[in-house]
C-alpha cells in the first residue's frame, strides 16, 4: 500500500464517520498535565519578543560604521578607520541597553518577576542574545577593517572589544544604581562620551594603535572582561535571584 | 492545598508595614481589607515573592515563596501593571504564557480561551496603547489565570471595571475559588461582600479581624443605628461618629452610624453589613485622608 492509498483510506474514514463534538474541552484542558516550556526552548522563543526597532537600528548603525571605516580608509588613514569603528562600537550597545531596560521603561517588570522563568533568567537571556548580536557585529565590522587596513585581525579585535566593554560595564553599573525609567538617556550619555574619547584617544597618547601597546590593550580587555562577568552576576542575583536550576533546563 | 504565612514582618525605614503576621489559606476566596497603607500591597507582594519579607516565611504546600515550584502555580495582578505598548492583547498574552514556561501550542489554545472569557476575542490584535482601563484590567485578569494558578493574588482588580464587567468579574472568581486559592484586596467592600468567603481585615500592618462574613460582622454586632436628627445634632453627631450614611429627608437628617451606645433618643439599631464594618474601623483613617490635600 503506497502514501496514496493510505490518504484515499484516511479521507473515506473522515467522510464516512461523523467526528465526536468535544465534550468539557476546558476543563479537561484545565486540568491535564502537560510539559513545561525547556530552558532551551525558552531561550529561543524569546528572540521573536525582541522588538523589530532593535534589529533594525543595529543593523543601520552596522552599515553606517562600514560606511565610514569604507571612507576612512579611502583617504588611506589606518587610524581613522580604527578610531571611526570604535566610535561606533558604544552604539551597539546603546541600541541592546534599550531593550534590555524595557521592562523597567514600561513598568513590565512586577509582572514578569512572578512568572516561573524568574525576572533574572529573563535579563541573563536577553543580554545573551543581544550579546551574541553585538559580537557579531563587532565581528563584521573587525574583518571589514581588516581589509581596508594593514592592522591584524587579532589587534582590530582587540581594540574594538575595549570601547565594546567599557560601554557594557559603564551601562551596567549606571543601570544597578539609578532605578528611574530615564535608564536608557543616562546609558545613552555615557554612550557619547565613550564614543567621543575613541575619537580622541590617539591624540592623548601617540600611537595608541601601535603594537608597542598592545599588551595594555589585552590587559584592559581582560580586566574589563572580568569587571563585566561580575556585574553582570550581581545584577542577576539583584532581579530575583535564580539563575536557573536543572529543573528548568531538562 | 494550604499557603502558610508564618509571622512576616516588613519595615520601610521607620514605618512597619506589615507586622508578624500570620495566616494558613486553603481553597477559597480570601478578601483582604484595609484602608490606604495598611500594609495590604506589602502583603500582597511578598506573597508573590517581589519582596523579601524581613523576618518570617511563606510556603504554599511546603514549597517557600522564593522557589521556582511556587512561582509556577502563582497568578498575580498588580494594582497598577505595566505592559509593552507595542504588543497587542494576544502577544501580550503570549509572551506572558513563555514567561510561565507553557508551550506554544498550549499557550495559544489558553489565549483564545482566556480571550473569549473576558470579553477581548474581538479585540485581541489590536495594540494594548489603545485599549481602555476597563480592558487593560480585564487583560491583566487574563494573564493571571495563564498558567492555572493554585494560588492567585489579585490587588485591586475591580479597579476601571464597569458595573457590568464587575459582575461578570465577580461571578468568575467564585468559581475559580472552588478549587484555589484567591486572595483579592480591594477598597469596593460590595465586590469582597459578594466574592469573598472569608474576610481579613487589615489595619497598620497587622490583621486585626479574619474570618468568615457573619462572624466578622459580629465585632459590631449591636453598634449600628440609624436615626433622623435636627441639622445641628446632625452635625455634632457627625463630628464624634463614623456616620455611614446621610441624607436629608422632610423630618430633618437621615443618619446611619457606627456607635457602642445609643446616639440619639430616637435611634434604631440595625443589621450591621461589611460597609459599616470597615467604616467602624477605618474611620480616623478615612477622616486623616479627607483632610489631607
Known amino acids: 500500500m503506497n502514501l496514496s492509498d493510505n490518504r484515499k483510506i484516511v479521507k473515506l474514514v473522515k467522510e464516512s464517520y461523523e467526528p465526536l463534538v468535544p465534550k468539557n474541552k476546558p476543563d479537561f484542558l484545565k ?12 531561550f529561543i522563543g524569546q528572540i521573536q519578543y525582541i522588538r523589530l526597532r532593535t534589529w533594525l537600528v543595529s543593523i543601520l548603525l552596522f552599515v553606517s ?19 571611526a569603528a570604535s566610535a561606533f562600537v558604544p552604539f551597539f550597545v546603546l541600541a541592546a541597553v534599550a531593550e534590555t531596560a524595557r521592562s523597567k521603561q514600561y513598568g513590565m517588570k512586577e509582572l514578569e518577576m512572578t512568572c516561573r522563568f524568574s525576572f533574572g533568567t529573563l535579563l541573563l537571556v536577553k543580554m545573551i542574545l543581544l550579546g551574541i548580536l553585538n559580537l557579531l557585529l563587532l565581528s563584521g565590522c573587525s574583518i571589514f577593517l581588516r581589509f581596508q587596513t594593514d592592522i591584524k585581525l587579532f589587534r582590530i579585535g582587540i581594540y574594538l572589544l ?27 550619555f555615557v554612550c557619547g562620551i565613550v564614543s567621543v574619547s575613541c575619537l580622541f584617544t590617539d591624540a592623548l597618547v601617540i600611537d595608541i594603535y601601535s603594537a608597542k601597546y598592545d599588551v595594555y590593550w589585552l590587559l584592559s580587555v581582560g580586566v574589563l572582561m572580568l569587571v563585566l562577568v561580575q556585574k553582570i552576576v550581581q ?3 539583584n532581579s530575583g535571584g535564580i539563575l536557573w536550576n536543572l529543573s528548568l533546563t531538562g | 492545598m494550604e499557603l502558610v504565612i508564618d ?14 503576621v500570620s495566616l494558613k489559606l486553603k481553597e477559597g476566596v480570601y478578601g483582604l481589607l484595609g484602608a490606604n497603607g495598611a500594609g495590604k500591597t506589602t502583603l500582597m507582594r511578598m506573597m508573590c515573592g517581589l519582596m523579601v519579607p524581613d523576618s518570617g516565611t511563606i510556603a504554599l504546600d511546603g514549597i517557600s515563596m522564593e522557589e521556582e515550584q511556587y512561582r509556577d502555580v502563582l497568578g498575580y495582578l498588580p494594582q497598577d501593571f505595566g505592559y509593552y505598548p507595542d504588543f497587542t492583547a494576544l502577544e501580550f498574552l503570549m509572551y506572558m504564557a513563555s514567561l510561565k514556561g507553557i508551550p506554544k501550542i498550549r499557550a495559544k489554545e489558553k489565549t483564545a480561551m482566556l480571550l473569549e472569557q473576558v470579553n477581548l476575542k474581538d479585540v485581541a490584535k489590536k495594540k494594548i496603547k489603545t485599549y481602555s482601563g476597563g480592558m487593560k484590567q480585564r487583560l491583566g485578569i487574563a494573564q493571571a ?18 458595573p457590568k464587567e464587575r459582575v461578570k468579574f465577580r461571578n468568575m472568581i467564585s468559581e475559580l475559588g472552588k478549587d484555589r486559592i484567591v486572595l483579592l484586596s480591594t477598597h ?39 436615626c433622623v436628627v435636627p441639622e445641628k445634632t446632625a452635625l455634632d453627631l457627625e463630628r464624634k461618629f463614623p456616620v455611614i450614611n446621610i441624607r436629608n429627608e422632610k423630618e ?7 456607635c457602642e451606645h445609643m446616639p440619639y433618643e430616637t435611634a434604631s439599631i440595625c443589621t450591621a453589613s461589611l460597609e459599616d464594618l470597615y467604616l467602624y474601623y477605618f474611620s480616623d483613617e478615612i477622616s486623616e485622608g479627607e483632610g489631607q490635600p
Not at chain 2, 509571622?7 to 507586622?19: E, G, L, W
Open chain 1, 31 to 42: 486540568k491535564a498535565e502537560y510539559p513545561k516550556l525547556s530552558f532551551k526552548e525558552f
Open chain 1, 65 to 83: 560604521a562600514l560606511f565610514i571605516i569604507e571612507l576612512s580608509s579611502f583617504y588611506n588613514m589606518n587610524v581613522s578607520a580604527i578610531k
Open chain 1, 162 to 188: 575595549v570601547p565594546f566593554l567599557l560601554t557594557c560595564n559603564l551601562t551596567l553599573i549606571l543601570a544597578s544604581l539609578f532605578k528611574s525609567r530615564e535608564i536608557t538617556y543616562f546609558c545613552g
Open chain 1, 235 to 237: 545584577i542577576i542575583k
Open chain 2, 7 to 20: 509571622r512576616i514582618t516588613k519595615q520601610f525605614k521607620n514605618k512597619i508595614a506589615v507586622d508578624h
Open chain 2, 145 to 162: 489565570l495563564l498558567n492555572n494558578p493554585n494560588l492567585l493574588v489579585l490587588d485591586e482588580p475591580t479597579a476601571g471595571l464597569d
Open chain 2, 188 to 226: 469596593i467592600v460590595s465586590d469582597v461582600e459578594y466574592i469573598a468567603d472569608y474576610i481579613m481585615v487589615m489595619k497598620k500592618g497587622t490583621i486585626i479581624h479574619k474570618g468568615a462574613r457573619e462572624d466578622i460582622l459580629k465585632s459590631i454586632d449591636g453598634k449600628v443605628w440609624e
Open chain 2, 252 to 258: 430633618g437628617i437621615f443618619l446611619r452610624l457606627v
